[in-house]
């Protein structure tokens, strides 16, 4: 008895090993298999950034003035004087007619009220508002005339300056360049990062444009729906891209 276990027992042992090595090598098979499935499905998002600072190329202003009057011809006449004078003051500033735009003339009723404040049908006084806008490739000039603007009220004219708006008439085309540039920085986000997991940057999965960010140049505001600040000659335009690419 003694024999045959001892005949038997390198036959269980080379079993024995054989088997661990099966398990060994199912287990090694089954975990790079897992791993290519992990790295095949494996993604990285990023955003690229593109800014670029630009200066107005139009501007525009408007500013309005009002008469109050309790007789309606002797308040037309008294609008039309100081039209007359805004013109001048316009014109003065070197303005040329045809980048100024007049209003038409618009009427509003103010009634007497009784004594316990409800309005009567007996009329008070009437209002009578007009506007100038002027508009023009010379940001420098619209600064200056609504700057300036305040000589009018000197001359018996209630006048009111409305703050110049700058825009940039080339912004579809920049817009266009800064999404390029945007992609290009997105992609090299995502290099780096591969990188660093021992990875490289596959195919482009999915992209999306952010907003656009128009705001003054030393801004740091921002908002979700996007901006488009007209306060300033100088500004920074700021595009954002959201790219998803594979990683092998």
Same mark, same amino acid.
């Given at each position: 008895? /003694?024999?045959? %276990? /001892? #005949?038997?027992?390198?036959?269980?042992?080379?079993?024995?090993? !054989?088997?661990?090595?099966?398990?060994?090598? %199912? /287990?090694?098979?089954?975990?790079? /298999?897992? =791993?290519?499935? $992990?790295?095949?499905?494996? +993604?990285? +998002?990023?955003? #690229?950034? !593109?800014? $670029? =600072?630009?200066?107005s190329?139009?501007? @525009?202003? @408007?500013? %309005?003035?009002?008469? $109050?009057?309790?007789?309606?011809?002797?308040g037309y006449g008294k609008l039309e004087d100081d039209l007359e004078k805004v013109m001048v003051y316009l014109r003065s500033e070197g303005v040329s007619k045809g980048n100024i735009v007049v209003s038409s003339v618009s009427t509003t009723t103010q009634h007497k009220l009784d004594e316990e404040g409800r309005r009567t049908n007996e009329i008070d006084a009437y209002f009578l508002y007009q506007s100038v806008t002027v508009a023009s490739s010379d940001t420098a000039l619209i600064d200056r005339i609504a700057r300036g603007s305040t000589v009018l009220i000197k001359q018996g004219v209630e006048f009111s300056s409305n703050h110049p708006e700058y825009l940039y008439t080339k912004l579809d085309e920049l817009k266009i360049e800064l999404l390029g540039q945007a992609t290009k920085d997105a992609r090299e986000r995502a290099e780096q990062l591969a990188v660093n997991s021992r990875g490289k940057v596959g195919r482009l999965r999915s992209a999306s444009q952010g907003v656009f960010q128009i705001t003054p140049r030393h801004s740091t505001e921002v908002s979700s729906r996007g901006m488009y600040s007209t306060s300033t000659v100088e500004k920074k335009i700021t595009a954002v891209v959201t790219i998803v690419y594979t990683i092998r």
């Open positions: 008895m /003694t024999n045959e %276990s /001892t #005949g038997h027992r390198p036959g269980l042992v080379l079993l024995g090993v !054989a088997l661990a090595l099966g398990l060994i090598i %199912s /287990t090694a098979i089954a975990m790079r /298999t897992v =791993e290519r499935i $992990k790295i095949t499905n494996r +993604t990285i +998002t990023v955003k #690229g950034y !593109a800014e $670029k =600072e630009i200066v190329d139009w501007a @525009q202003w @408007q500013g %309005s003035f009002k008469v $109050k009057t309790i007789n309606l011809v002797a």
